[in-house]
């Protein structure tokens, strides 16, 4: 999904009485509601530098885990930071589909859920566990000839990609095990996938698989090859008084970071 428009970097703290800094990686829980840029952006303001970047995006509905790293030495790596695997908890609202997949999207379709029981959703679940073929959704950030496919697909241009190998090893289901029913229905489960898959495009999958439809309600990233939500500073932090001595002390030094990958 797009990412906010460039905004000039303003320190919200004058440098000439701070340490220099370098470099370093910085985990953040990100809140629902804000783009994964404007986390950049906050962080680049308590820094002081415009050289900040994230490996892996999360969309604006979407919490939880973001790598943010600061310094040229530093997003280097961010493709490193990137290969690992990851793990999501997730809402699917079953009963309705959006044409994102998810709740930013027009709804395009409503089916009862009925009765669903806990025996079918778990045969479901089944049938997307292991190696497969995923198409990205049209609604995506992928680019095609150098533009992202929201792009087209705002414009009623529907760009089909390539469907890529994934792997998905857990999928389990959070809330239960009882039966499901009514116009609606939520199912929560937990994720731990490959790089590169798409929940949203899982979420819909599994909707069509119960015959219902489903969009992605909700979704938190917990953790990202060897970064966890736990090492995480809340969202909030860029709102607090002593922002720049909390950040500060989260900071993981490159050298630290490299050697959680090996």
Known sequence: MPEDLPIEVKPIVDQATQPHFEAGVFLIDKPAGP???AMV????RVLG???VGHAGTLDPF???LLILC???SATKHISSFMQGEKEYLATLCLG???DTFDPEGRVTQRLPVGRISAAEIEKCLNEFRGEQLQAPPVYSALKHKGRPLYYYA????EIVKEARHITIRTLERTDGDGDLQGDEALLCVRVV???GTYIRSLAADIGRRLGCGAYLKELRRTRSGCFSIEQCLPGDVFSAEDVREQVMNSAMSLEQACKLLQ
């Not at 952006?41 to 680049?44: E, K, N, S």
């Not at 705002?154 to 241009?157: A, C, L, S, V």
């Open 154 to 157: 705002r414009k009623g241009i």
């Open 41 to 44: 952006h906050r962080l680049r």
């Open 49 to 51: 530098i415009k050289k």
């Open 35 to 37: 783009t994964s840029f």
């Open 70 to 72: 600061a310094g040229r």
């Open 193 to 195: 996938c490959s790089k």
């Open 96 to 98: 309705v589909e959006t």
């Open 62 to 64: 979407a919490s939880g």
